[in-house]
């Protein structure tokens, strides 16, 4: 009771002019607040695409120049062809395996993530992680490829 006895008995009301102070400041200080959340969030976006664009421009670079040189090495210690040979033996390689082994693990990958360290998870997106599968698991089997052994002609 001693705390009722405190209250002004008649709260006084503000005058229009004052509200519309009042208010306004509110609106000002709103917008403020909108600005900083506003910049805070362009800045974390350009970090996060220059990051990932990096990174992306240098997988590129390196799939492309891991493609040249296994196409390179391929191509060096093949013979001419010949006129009118009879076709190849399909010859043993495993780029096949390969190629289906990436795209399952890349269908696989979503639930596979929660496994992987949470580093890796941190740096890589689920997207990047299934591109690199399903573009690296071919060009792995064309490294380990198997060379078609020759028969010799006695």
Excluded: C, Y
């Amino acid at each position: 009771m001693a705390d009722a006895a405190r209250l002004p008995v008649k709260i006084e009301e503000l005058s229009l002019d004052e509200q519309i102070a009042l208010a306004e400041m509110r609106v000002i200080a709103r917008d403020a607040r909108i600005r900083r959340r506003t910049d805070l969030v362009v800045r974390r976006v350009k970090h996060e695409a220059i990051r990932h664009a990096g990174g992306g421009a240098l997988l590129g670079l390196v799939t492309v120049g891991l493609a040249w040189w296994l196409n390179r090495q391929g191509r060096r210690g093949d013979p001419a062809p010949a006129a009118a040979a009879a076709p190849p033996e399909a010859s043993h390689t495993f780029e096949h395996l390969f190629r289906d082994a990436g795209i399952t693990f890349a269908t696989l990958l979503p639930m596979l993530w929660p496994l992987l360290p949470r580093a890796w998870r941190r740096t890589v997106t689920p997207g990047t992680a299934s591109t690199v599968l399903t573009f690296l698991a071919p060009l792995l089997g064309r490294l380990f490829r198997r060379r078609p052994r020759e028969t010799q002609s006695s």
